[in-house]
């Protein structure tokens, strides 16, 4: 690693994309950027178009229209693709093959050294699985095998899509620190995607929220806390919930009550204790039930999912926002 | 280029269905040739059968063996295109190579290549089982021109096979369908085809009327020439690999 590290930056531009399949607007007039240095967050439900964006990005799927280029080339007009995008996208190798020689013979189509394949393995933490045969990984050394494959021509650019799926707690911690790393101290341009905000939180700087296709945020993580600051809820325990609503009602907070539990939103932990303690009701239990962000997220993508189920006590279509 | 076309060898050599299948056609040609030797010059029926040893008839029927195990080069052909659908490497081998059409081109010409020697091979093989069976039988064939002729055929009918596998399997995609497809089609369309009076005339344009045409040396009338036998062939493989690229560079990769 380290010499295309600091030579390149690439930014990723998508503008007017759109694709349909049959009578289903998959993506419509989708347009972001990916800056390079950073880490952003590709975000949506399921279905709603993160895969089929990705794909068209990298030339696997023809757009109906629009464009999305590497520096304003397409991906298919790269002189040599993989020394620009690295991709992760479905873990894909042929079971009966090893891992290493799975990477040598994408050394071969690109024309990289053969020692690249062991140069990624150990970047990736596989050189001991390396000549074990791929169908026989782990879903997390799977993932692990397809980041080499993304890694072998050293690329300025990387597309992973939901690479934490099959890691364990310890593998999404180490893909975090190695995606931070490849963005801020290697200046490369990363794109992940995820349908949690929850899992990619701590790792991107910026966030693509998309939903049924179409462009719903696109902002700095700070731009989307500092809207998020005070839209959390807290659930709240003690004997006297009932006067505790009324006191925050008065308040200007909104509060819902189940099995004598008070969730509260609007107000953080300090301003509900405080109006509490004001009142002298006894509190039993205080604490942050989601947090700003994760409603703040659910609330732009909510009515967007593609395969909703109801939610739970409601017979009707699904609630607007949690 | 050659970069793509060693990774196809890369890809081939580094599982292990090639083994498989060169052993296949090894035994398929050594049992053939065995069995067509035993059975010369034998009554079936109070029909004759396969013509005795010594005869011309029998040397070219010997020597145009290794064409009959043509359906295990074409299912090297096939499981070569299909297994990047089935095992879903198509995706990181079209984002190494975004110009599908050669992909697609590489792979037509690493097989042939890769056909060559297996072709060797399985001649070989028939070769080594006719002359000391049929030298113990009393007359071992002699190289002659016409029977090097015959055994050059049947090498080519080999590489022209694994060539339209891999444009069946680029056309079909599905790894199962396209195997069954082809044997359904060899060994049922083709002889009923064959086997029907009223179309009978059209089996001579057939893939399977072709390799006839190349490998066998009866007067037949209702055959193409060997020289015109050998360029449908080829004709067949050609349209089999432009129809699998046409369609590999159109469609979206799934």
Redesign the interface.
């Known amino acids: 690693m380290g010499s295309a590290t600091t030579a390149t930056s690439v930014r990723v531009e998508v503008r007017g994309l759109s694709k349909s399949f049959g009578p289903v607007k998959a993506v419509s007039d989708l347009g972001f950027t990916v800056e390079p240095g950073s880490v952003t967050g590709f975000l949506g439900p399921n279905g709603a178009g993160k895969t089929t964006t990705l794909r068209m990005l990298l030339g696997l799927e023809r757009p109906d229209a629009g464009t999305a280029t590497f520096n304003g080339t397409p991906y298919a007009a790269l002189p040599k693709p993989v020394l620009t995008v690295g991709a992760v996208l479905e873990t894909a190798f042929h079971p009966a093959r090893s891992g290493r020689n799975h990477l040598r013979v994408y050394c071969r189509a690109a024309g990289l050294p053969l020692s690249r394949a062991d140069e990624v393995l150990t970047e990736v933490g596989l050189t001991d699985a390396g000549p074990r045969r791929a169908g026989g990984y782990s879903l997390g050394m799977r993932q692990r095998l397809a980041l080499a494959t993304a890694l072998l021509g050293d690329p300025p650019v990387l597309v992973l899509d939901e690479p934490a799926n099959g890691l364990d707690p310890e593998g999404i911690q180490w893909l975090r620190g190695f995606l931070r790393h490849l963005a801020h101290e290697q200046g490369r341009t990363v794109l992940v995607s995820s349908h949690l905000l929850s899992e990619v939180e701590q790792t991107v700087d910026r966030v693509v929220i998309v939903g049924a296709g179409q462009l719903i945020r696109e902002a700095s993580m700070e731009q989307l806390r500092s809207g998020a600051s005070g839209a959390g809820t807290v659930l709240v325990r003690g004997p006297e919930m009932d006067r505790l609503a009324d006191v925050l009602t008065a308040a200007g907070s909104s509060v819902s009550r189940s099995d004598g539990d008070l969730t509260v939103a609007g107000s953080t932990p300090a301003e509900i204790g405080h109006h509490a303690f004001s009142a002298g009701i006894e509190l039993h239990e205080l604490r942050p039930h989601t947090s700003g962000l994760e409603e703040i997220y659910f609330q732009l993508t909510a009515g967007t999912e593609q395969y909703a189920a109801p939610s739970p006590g409601s017979t009707s279509a699904p609630e607007a926002a949690r | 280029m050659i970069?793509?076309m060693?990774?196809e060898w890369?890809?081939l050599f580094?599982?292990?269905v090639w083994i498989g299948l060169l052993i296949g056609a090894c035994v398929m040609a050594g049992g053939f040739a065995a069995l067509f030797t035993g059975l010369a010059g034998q009554e079936q029926n109070g029909q004759p059968g396969i013509p005795a040893v010594g005869t011309q008839q029998y040397e070219t029927l010997a020597f145009s063996v290794p064409a009959n195990t043509s359906v295990l080069l074409l299912i090297l052909g096939v499981i070569g295109m299909t297994?990047e659908y089935r095992?879903?490497?198509?995706?990181?081998?079209?984002?190494?190579?975004?110009?599908r059409g050669r992909v697609i081109i590489a792979k037509l010409i690493a097989y042939a290549l890769v056909a060559v020697p297996f072709a060797l091979v399985i001649v070989a093989v028939d070769v080594l089982v006719v002359m000391i069976y049929a030298g113990a039988r009393g007359a071992a064939p002699s190289l002659s021109a016409g029977n090097l002729q015959t055994l050059g055929a049947s090498g080519l009918v080999l590489v022209v096979f694994a060539v339209i596998g891999v444009g069946v399997g680029a056309l079909l995609r599905n790894q199962v369908a396209a195997i069954v497809g082809a044997l359904v089609y060899l060994y049922v369309v083709e002889p009923i085809v064959s086997g029907i009076g009223a179309i009978q005339a059209a089996y001579k344009w057939l893939p399977g009327g072709a390799v006839q045409a190349m490998t066998s040396d009866f007067q037949a009338p209702e055959l193409l020439r060997p020289w015109q036998g050998g360029l449908l062939l080829l004709g067949y493989g050609l349209v089999a690999a432009l129809v699998g690229t046409l369609i590999a560079v159109r469609r979206?990769?799934?």
Not at chain 2, 87 to 99: C, D, G, I, K
């Open positions: 970069s793509l060693r990774a890369a890809k580094t599982t292990r297994q095992h879903r490497t198509a995706t990181p081998t079209f984002l190494t190579e975004p110009r979206d990769v799934t």
